[in-house]
């Protein structure tokens, strides 16, 4: 079982950026697809940007397209999304996933981190 954990979410004004990781544990990290996921107040659970074991392969939900880069670092079992151009309706709490295959669907993965909270000031 993959233990995961993320940081560098913060409070920032919109239009600003902010460079979210996840730090895994397992040797067989490297196996796995990657996803990032945010749920906001009061709302379900959404898919925002996922990346295949080799990190050839990336896929992005259509909100976040051109304003959010997925990537991963398989030496160092991190993976991380940067985003850019932030708008308050971007306010979340991010969660890092890891599954079997790149995938947008909650239930595709099976492990999760904790969170890290992204605050949008309009």
């Known amino acids: 079982q993959v233990q995961l954990v993320e940081s560098g979410g913060g409070l920032v004004q919109a239009g600003g950026s902010l460079r979210l990781s996840c730090a895994a544990s397992g040797r067989a990290y490297s196996s796995y697809a990657m996803g990032w996921f945010r749920q906001a107040p009061g709302k379900e659970r959404e898919f925002v940007a996922s990346?295949?074991?080799?990190?050839?392969?990336?896929y992005y939900a259509n909100s976040v397209k051109g304003r959010f880069t997925i990537s991963r670092d398989n030496a160092k079992n991190t993976v991380h999304l940067q985003v850019n151009s932030l708008k308050p309706e971007d306010t979340a709490v991010y969660y890092c996933a890891a599954g079997a295959r790149l995938s947008s669907a909650l239930n595709g993965y099976h492990a999760w981190g904790q969170g890290t909270q992204v605050t949008v000031s309009s």
């Open positions: 990346i295949s074991s080799s990190g050839g392969s990336t």
